[in-house]
């Protein structure tokens, strides 16, 4: 069972994942999807290598790829970003997030995390000798509470994590959110770090805003993004951060001693399917697995606060079904009903149990299927 300190020996997605392979459940634990790529992409990665890109990228990544990114932000969002100057390839998000925090933070500095967070930022700053200050979003919209974000800054805040698409809530931010932002740090020196790794992953019409449409907030931000969720690829392991100038000049500087540059085969097989038109749209086939998934579930005794309008993910509360603590229903169920999923109280720096788990459904219909034919079983409990 996972330990009440930040940094846990083994984290919550690695424990349940571990624990689906021993009871042979069914993993809609941790966020990855269990169908295979656009073949076009794989046959790219083939192409890479036998056209001998198997070197050594430059630092800041393959220009060819960070050119792509900026056309492919060009015709997405109508933002302008300089690839040379702006883009950074980094080997997956979590690094990203990581050197940009380490990139901006001094010790005793202090960081804004709405909570329930994804587990690395927490571990992150403590790492950097830094304090994670928690704020809590709003119960069940999922919603940002600004009066008690505003209420958490002082004289050390130096940086506050966004996530929008939100892991685990599947929650998104409003145009409005981002004014809020704005008009809260106008004056201050703080940074704002976006996760903005679920974005093609909107649901029912909504858009995603990204930091980077925000003429204001863009030039003192960074953009995380990873293209293991929007290209179904996550073993890839490839990412990138878009920030201004001084800003990618400090990541730039750590990045070259951390990581110095990323697996090159893939640079060169993700540039060239960015320039592909007719990819796939992630965002439309994750919805209608959503659609899926909720249709399946709907008469089993989980409850549903919020609906998902963005992310892999779905959390419902079990309250109907058991009083356990969530870590140890979410052992129970992986145990007894052959089905993994993550409990939400590793995302709260306090372990907060709101006796809910989260479910992922990028996977195949015949997986959701039989998830959910084998928690059918639920309804007589
Ligand atoms: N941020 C969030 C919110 C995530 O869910 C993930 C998924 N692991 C990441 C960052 C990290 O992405 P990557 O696999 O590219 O490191
Ligand atoms: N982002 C994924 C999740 O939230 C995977 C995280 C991980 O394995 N570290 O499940």
């Known amino acids: 069972m996972p330990e009440k300190n930040a940094i846990q020996a083994t984290n919550i997605f690695s424990v349940m994942s571990a624990l689906a392979v021993q009871y042979k459940a069914i993993n809609l634990a941790q966020g990855f999807p269990d169908f295979a790529i656009d073949e076009r992409l794989a046959k790219l990665l083939y192409e890479a290598v036998q056209e001998n890109f198997n070197q050594y990228a430059p630092m800041p990544g393959l220009s060819i790829l960070r050119e792509a990114i900026a056309d492919d932000f060009k015709m997405r969002y109508s933002v302008f970003i300089k690839p040379d100057a702006e883009i950074t390839i980094t080997p997956g998000a979590t690094y990203g997030i990581y050197t940009c925090l380490a990139s901006i933070l001094k010790p005793d500095d202090e960081v804004i995390v709405l909570e329930p967070a994804y587990d690395s ?21 999922f919603r940002v509470d600004w009066q008690r974000v505003r209420a958490a800054i002082t004289q050390k805040t130096r940086a506050i994590i966004i996530n929008t698409p939100h892991n685990p809530t599947g929650s998104i931010w409003q145009n409005e959110d981002w004014n809020e932002l704005a008009n809260m740090v106008r004056d201050s020196s703080i940074i704002v770090v976006s996760d903005e790794v679920y974005e093609q992953l ?40 878009i920030a201004p100038e001084f800003l990618t000049n400090g990541f730039r500087k ?31 086939l994750m919805q209608a697995k959503r659609d899926y998934f909720l249709s399946l579930m709907a008469d089993l005794p989980f409850t549903m606060h919020r609906k998902s309008t963005g992310s892999y993910f779905q959390t419902m509360s079990y309250e109907q079904i058991s009083n356990l603590p969530d870590i140890e229903f979410a052992e129970w169920l992986t145990k007894n009903y052959g089905v ?20 992922c459904f990028a996977k195949k219909e015949e997986t959701l299927l039989r998830a959910v034919e084998r928690l059918t079983a639920l309804k007589d409990i």
């Not at 930022?121 to 919209?141: A, D, F, H, R, T």
């Not at 750590?254 to 749209?281: E, M």
């Open 202 to 241: 909107v649901f029912d019409h909504a858009r995603h805003y990204s930091v980077l449409e925000h003429k204001e907030l863009r030039n003192r931000s960074f953009a995380i993004f990873s293209f293991g969720k929007v290209f179904n690829n996550t073993g890839w392991k490839v990412g990138y951060v």
């Open 340 to 359: 993994a999923t993550i409990p939400l109280s590793p995302f709260y720096a306090d372990r907060t149990d709101s006796k809910m788990v989260r479910f």
């Open 254 to 284: 750590l990045h070259q001693y951390l990581s110095f540059s990323v697996n090159t085969p893939a640079q060169y097989a993700l540039a060239k399917y960015l320039t592909i038109s007719d990819r796939p749209k992630v965002g439309e």
């Open 121 to 141: 930022y927490i571990p992150n700053i403590e790492s950097l000798g830094c304090k994670p200050v928690p704020v809590s979003l709003s119960m069940p919209s």
